[in-house]
């Protein structure tokens, strides 16, 4: 079964610009998720989508968006980026919309987006 | 507000040892909590879950453990092997696919 990919894996930008990111879930899987990683933060939460509906949405402005199609491939979109948007950008997928025991989230392995 | 902490940027355990990350977490409705382990370039892949209604839960070399009054989850590792060596984050739901995860411990085990 082939696992959660994303492109591209690594992007430059300018600030400014903006960007699409594509994730692609794992097959079967309806939900899909997007985070965000820098250095000392962790992952932040930036928002969730099944079957094709937001239905989570972290503390990001609005200058990040998403969606999902109805074959839950989602793509995430940065526009006006800046500096501090530089990252890694995760997405992960998962069967359900509920979390819980053999709902676990798989990741793919991250956009590396850097902005100068 | 960081909901998830790991305290521990990096741990130093020598191989066949116990290794112990810790968690804490401040959101009383977190019900679900995850274990992730993540190698550079990669990304994380889920190691271990538990309920909040279990207070352990054990996989094979990992064992978590959730301490609910105190807010406080551990994963344990035995024994530990270098291959071990990685990142490890701690997540937790309180419901739904919203995830909080921890800044990560990096865990080195020294042959």
């Known amino acids: 079964k082939a696992g959660v990919t994303q492109t591209p894996r690594y992007l430059i930008k300018t600030r400014g610009q903006q960007v699409t990111l594509s994730c692609s879930p794992i097959?079967?899987?309806?939900?899909v998720s997007w985070y965000q990683q820098t250095p000392g933060q962790g992952l932040q939460f930036l928002f969730e989508?099944?079957?094709?509906?937001?239905?989570n949405k972290g503390n990001f402005p609005g200058r990040f968006s998403g969606r999902q199609f109805s074959n839950s491939r989602s793509e995430m979109n940065v526009s006006t980026l800046e500096l501090g948007d530089s990252a890694l950008y995760l997405c992960?997928?998962?069967?359900?919309?509920?979390?819980?025991?053999?709902?676990?989230?798989?990741f793919g392995p991250g956009t590396r987006l850097t902005v100068l | 507000d960081q909901q998830v902490k790991q305290n521990s940027p990096s741990l130093s355990v020598q191989e066949g040892r116990i290794s112990i990350l810790n968690c804490d977490y401040t959101?009383?409705?977190?019900?679900?909590f995850l274990w992730y382990k993540k190698y550079p370039a990669e990304g994380p892949t889920f190691l271990i879950s538990?309920?909040?209604?279990?207070d352990k839960n054990e996989d094979g070399r990992f064992t978590v453990f959730l301490n609910k009054s105190a807010k406080h989850l551990s994963l344990h590792i035995v024994p530990s092997q270098p291959g071990d060596s990685a990142v490890y984050f701690c997540?937790?739901?309180?419901?739904?696919?919203?995830?909080?995860f921890g800044t990560g411990t990096s865990l080195t085990v020294i042959p």
């Open positions: 992960a997928s998962s069967r359900l919309m509920t979390s819980g025991a053999n709902n676990e989230q798989f």
């Open positions: 097959s079967g899987h309806r939900s």
């Open positions: 989508y099944f079957s094709e509906t937001q239905r």
């Open positions: 959101n009383s409705m977190f019900d679900y």
């Open positions: 538990i309920s909040s209604i279990k």
């Open positions: 997540a937790a739901s309180a419901t739904g696919n919203q995830f909080y």
